[in-house]
């Protein structure tokens, strides 16, 4: 799931993959009322990334991944914000 959202944020940047996010898509949308679907909390996810990330002003999305998701696991650690500043 969380796969089928990053790529669907990058289709949805992309603006060329229009065939490849709606076939993510459609596997996503139920009979429930628009904003309780699945599809409705992928939009709802991406829009608070975009909050969270103008509000901080640094990449929130690789927090995420590194703190929640690989634990930095295989030795995957981001580069903090002020040390890419400075280099």
Not at 13 to 28: H, M, P
Not at 29 to 52: S, T
Not at 68 to 78: E, K, P
């Amino acid at each position: 799931m969380f796969e089928d959202w990053l790529t669907m944020m990058i289709c949805a940047f992309d603006g060329k993959r229009e065939d490849e996010y709606l076939s993510i898509v459609k596997r996503y949308i139920d009979e429930r009322e628009v904003g309780k679907r699945n599809v409705d909390y992928f939009a709802q996810a991406l829009g608070q990334i975009m909050i969270e990330t103008r509000e901080q002003q640094h990449d929130v999305l690789g927090n995420i991944f590194e703190n929640y998701i690989t634990h930095g696991r295989n030795g995957q650690f981001f580069t903090p914000h002020p040390i890419c500043d400075m280099m």
